[in-house]
């Protein structure tokens, strides 16, 4: 494989990887529709609130932990077998939750797709980075990411569709046919490859990452299950967590075969584009949270409505996103992103004047600005990232992306999510006095326990909606202002350390041998 050239079939090898991540990416959109049913003891599993939430969580707390294990792993013994054997697990852990007999062997079933999962995504942009050459690697990322942006856009509403025709298990089992015809393009497609000269193994930095990243995981998961972040049960773990990595960190620096070389954090283009990546998706994952019951609840769309609201945002990353390497390299990564990351925060300040009369018009306009705005960030910051390392590094690369986007997302939903929880019991209070102390605190905890109160209650509760659905707004508003102003620091930093347009002596320096 030529270094300038790349492999000769490279863009067949990136379909393959596009389509090999769809079940991932629509695994995750598509459960979301299928909570209520099986949540319902006859149609489902008659799972309660908190089994519903650990179905998701199990998967994102071993998928987040195991990311950059595998990661280096899948450099160490090839990237192509770590994505085969990810493919397989994913499989027969989504076919184990198709068929799950009650709720606790479907949170271990999404725990075990979880790990499949860790193995798919750093396999895929590793692969891309080592097939592409530097000047064909950012649109190659680029219709990358557009074509997770689609899955995204997609999920709700495949979800939604085989709820209604089929039993909840549909949303599982969809999986099975895209993992199987992946393997067998893998197989014949996708050339191997891996670092040629593997240092030793650090177990030491490998158990120090998990354990750190699963504690710091799951003290976020629980601040997002309690709608705070000042319990004990958030901040211990969490606490612990990053101590564990900051012995990660002094471990890692003093031995001479690090499983992560943090020198790398000193190599300003890589760390700049890490942090912009975590806020961005910190104040993007904890703005929009409140967008699923905004749609669903205080504007009545129904889930596969909800979902087709969202393909302007999945059509704009289509569009864009393959485009991010043209306007990167004519603008420059500082002057592009910071524009890019500007109108994002305009956008995330804009729902703070969202409200039931908000024309559905203008809410897809926005939708599409946003996904554009998107797609000329996550590219050029992922190539960023990717381009920063060696290409024998490239597993941990993309496991480092995907980690961070993973954490920040997690954090934003919690910390943002609390923000909203905490407004919303402060202003629909009021509205619940005189009800009994258990009904008052079911109705208190969310939008959703207050409808299910006021329907509960007949005509008595139908004066409880409006108040409701003006709690919400007003803890909406907060909230979006909120992650508009993360978003700022966002643009602040980019502004300030992303490196500008290269020049062309400093373009040419960073082509690199090919490593196959």
Do not use: C
């Amino acid at each position: 494989m030529d270094a300038n050239t790349g492999h000769p079939r490279r863009w067949a090898i990136l379909g393959v990887l596009v389509f090999s991540l769809l079940a991932v990416v629509l695994d995750n959109t598509i459960l979301n529709v299928a909570m209520k049913t099986i949540a319902d003891p006859q149609a489902g599993l008659g799972a309660t609130q908190g089994e519903l939430e650990w179905a998701i969580n199990s998967y994102t707390l071993v998928f987040a932990g195991l990311l950059f294990t595998f990661g280096v792993i899948g450099d160490r013994t090839g990237r192509k077998r770590m994505l085969f054997i990810g493919m397989v697990l994913f499989g027969l852990a989504s076919l184990a939750s198709a068929y799950s007999q009650d709720p606790t062997q479907l949170i271990l079933a999404r725990a075990a797709m979880g790990i499949g999962g860790a193995a798919i995504m750093p396999a895929t942009l590793a692969i891309i980075s080592n097939v592409f050459p530097p000047g064909e690697r950012g649109k190659a990322i680029g219709i990358w990411a557009g074509g997770v942006g689609l899955a995204i856009a997609i999920g709700p509403i495949t979800g939604g569709l085989l709820i209604e025709r089929f039993w909840w298990g549909s949303v599982f089992l969809i999986n099975v046919p895209i993992v199987l015809i992946s393997m067998v393009l893998i197989s014949t497609v996708v050339p191997e490859s891996r670092d040629p000269k593997p240092s030793r193994l650090d177990p030491v930095g490998v158990l120090l990452s998990i354990i750190g990243l699963v504690a710091i995981v799951y003290g976020i998961i629980r601040g997002g299950e309690l709608a705070t972040v000042a319990s004990a049960e958030v901040l211990v773990p969490a606490l612990f967590g990053l101590a564990v990595l900051a012995v990660f960190v002094w471990w890692e620096r003093r031995i001479d075969h690090p499983v992560f070389d943090v020198r790398n954090f000193s190599n300003v283009r890589f760390s700049s584009a890490i942090a912009m990546m975590g806020i961005v998706f910190f104040a993007m994952m904890g703005g929009m949270f409140f967008l699923t019951f905004y749609l669903q609840i205080v504007l009545d769309f129904s889930p596969i409505e909800a979902g087709a609201l969202m393909i302007p945002f999945a059509a704009a990353q289509l569009i864009f996103a393959p485009l991010s390497q043209r306007v990167n390299q004519r603008f420059g990564a500082k002057l592009s992103s910071t524009v890019s990351l500007v109108v994002v925060t305009l956008v995330l300040a804009s729902y703070s004047l969202f409200d039931q009369n908000t024309p559905i018009l203008l809410i897809e306009v926005i939708f599409f600005v946003q996904g554009a705005a998107m797609a000329n960030i996550m590219p050029p910051a992922t190539t960023a990232i990717m381009e920063s390392l060696p290409r024998e590094k490239a597993g941990v690369g993309s496991a480092m992306s995907n980690t961070v986007r993973q954490v920040a997302g997690a954090l934003g939903v919690a910390v943002l999510g609390s923000v909203l929880s905490s407004s919303y019991r402060g202003e629909i209070a009021p509205v619940l006095q005189g009800l009994p102390a258990d009904v008052q605190h079911a109705g208190g905890e969310s939008i959703m326990g207050t409808v299910e109160v006021a329907r509960a209650l007949g005509e008595r509760g139908a004066a409880m909606l409006q108040p409701a659905y003006d709690a919400f707004l007003h803890g909406m508003h907060i909230t979006a202002l909120v992650s508009a102003a993360v978003g700022l620091i966002g643009v602040a930093v980019v502004a300030r350390w992303m490196p500008g347009k290269p020049t062309p002596v400093a373009q040419a320096e960073q082509k690199e041998p090919a490593v196959v």
